[in-house]
């Protein structure tokens, strides 16, 4: 979606004049692609993908042997913050309460997290001094699935993407507990990381 959008304005800007085909390269998270891109199109001047925090979780769980070393990176197009998010009746009202919990008893704790919203989760358990290996994960692939399975009560709390939880946060039917940003954002009063005693952005 994000190429496609960039390709949509290289051309109704008319900033380029040659054909931008896109093409769905799945594997892996793009681990696969990455591997092409690498070892097939090293000092090809005529491709470009798109990546995402997946790059380094790839590497970080050992799916891929490439990073961010390997590629030269030309643009960043999107900043996402995460938010850790939760029902309104759930006992956990700061991210601290959700610390403490993991702490005491981490498989009681279960966590609604897409694979690659796992490590800024980690390195929240890390600040707090709890042990990341503990954590009772659940994988999702988006926001949606993470809501329902919230409202159901099959997870405790869930981590992704602001955008993915926004619409939810403002009136309520989800509450929001930290912010994983360097500052408020001026749109959503939720207190950050930081502010929690916990140093992650």
């Known amino acids: ?28 998270s793009g681990a696969d692609f990455l591997a092409t891109m690498v070892e097939q199109y090293q000092g090809k001047d005529n491709e470009v993908s798109v990546t995402s925090l997946s790059m380094m979780m790839n590497e970080l769980l050992g799916k891929s042997t490439y990073g961010y070393d390997d590629v030269t990176m030309i643009a960043r197009l999107i900043t996402e913050y995460y938010v850790v998010v939760t029902r309104p ?7 601290g309460d959700v610390m403490s919990a993991i702490k005491s008893d981490a498989k009681r704790v279960v966590v609604g997290a897409a694979n690659d919203d796992q490590a800024p989760f980690d390195l929240l358990v890390a600040s707090a001094g709890g ?21 159901r009560g099959d997870i405790s ?6 955008s993915e939880f ?25 207190p950050t990381a930081r502010e929690q005693g916990f140093d992650v952005t």
């Open 131 to 151: 042990d990341p290996a503990t954590i009772n994960y659940v994988p999702f692939e988006g926001g949606g699935d993470q809501i329902s399975a919230l409202q």
């Open 166 to 190: 926004v619409d939810l946060l403002t009136p309520g039917t989800l509450q929001a507990l930290g912010l994983l940003s360097e500052e408020r954002l001026p749109e959503l009063d939720v």
């Open 1 to 28: 979606i994000t190429i496609r959008a960039v390709v949509e304005a290289l051309q109704r800007e008319q900033l380029v004049d040659v054909p931008l085909p896109v093409e769905n390269r799945p594997g892996n």
């Open 157 to 162: 709390v869930a981590i992704g993407g602001v």
């Open 89 to 95: 009746d759930s006992p956990y009202n700061n991210l």
